[in-house]
């Protein structure tokens, strides 16, 4: 006798929605007296960021955030954040210095 088998059909079966490191995952968040969208990204993209929170480089291949104002802007008002350091943007102090022999980008 053969195993019984369940199959489920092509219009029973629900399409997986976006993960957590998902590009549609966006949300709107408060920053600096203004509305902000938030993306999640995977990071996938062979660029380096920097992050505006700690001012530290973040490498290919590792998730982070994208913030920018909701009105008025373009892709060049983008931030790309370290998830932590988007969560602790209230908290940190506005005038991270840069070393000497950092790169101004």
């Known amino acids: 006798m053969s195993p019984r088998r369940n199959r489920i ?19 709107t968040e408060s920053y600096q007296g203004e509305e902000w969208v938030v993306q999640t990204v995977a990071g996938t993209a062979g660029r380096y960021y920097r992050c505006p929170g700690c001012d530290q480089e973040i490498p290919p291949g590792v998730g982070h ?11 060049d008002d983008r931030r790309h954040w ?8 209230e908290r ?9 022999g950092a790169p101004r980008y």
């Not at 997986?16 to 995952?25: I, T």
């Not at 370290?82 to 943007?89: D, K, L």
């Not at 940190?92 to 000497?100: E, F, H, K, L, V």
């Open 65 to 75: 955030v994208v913030a920018w104002p909701e009105f008025g802007a373009g892709v």
């Open 9 to 27: 059909s092509n219009a029973d079966r629900e399409e997986p929605g976006p993960g957590p490191l998902g590009g549609s995952l966006r949300r």
């Open 82 to 89: 370290h998830r932590a350091c988007w969560g602790a943007r």
């Open 92 to 100: 940190r102090a506005s005038n991270i210095q840069r070393g000497r």
